[in-house]
């Protein structure tokens, strides 16, 4: 019988705040949380993190085509914003 894998949930503006503490909390109740922002977390983050600027076209471009060909996502936090 095959170990059943955790859901993979990505998390846009991951680094801090909100975003980190869901990707803490979503870590937690077992999911495999695959957390993106421009600058790296100052405290360890609960998952696999990639530094991206998702402002940058191009650069999400490549972000996402990387993200569905390694991982089945089941789900997206958008929690990235402009200010």
Do not use: C
Not at 17 to 31: C, D, V
């Amino acid at each position: 019988r095959r170990a059943m894998q955790k859901k993979t949930i990505v998390i846009t503006g991951a680094s801090k705040g909100i975003g980190w503490a869901t990707s803490q909390r979503l870590s937690n109740a077992g999911y495999h949380v695959i957390g993106i922002a421009r600058k790296e977390p100052e405290e360890a983050f609960p998952g696999e993190f990639f530094s991206y600027d998702l402002s940058s076209e191009q650069e999400t471009e490549r972000l996402i085509k990387m993200l569905l060909d390694r991982y089945d996502v089941a789900g997206l936090v958008n929690n990235v914003g402009a200010g």
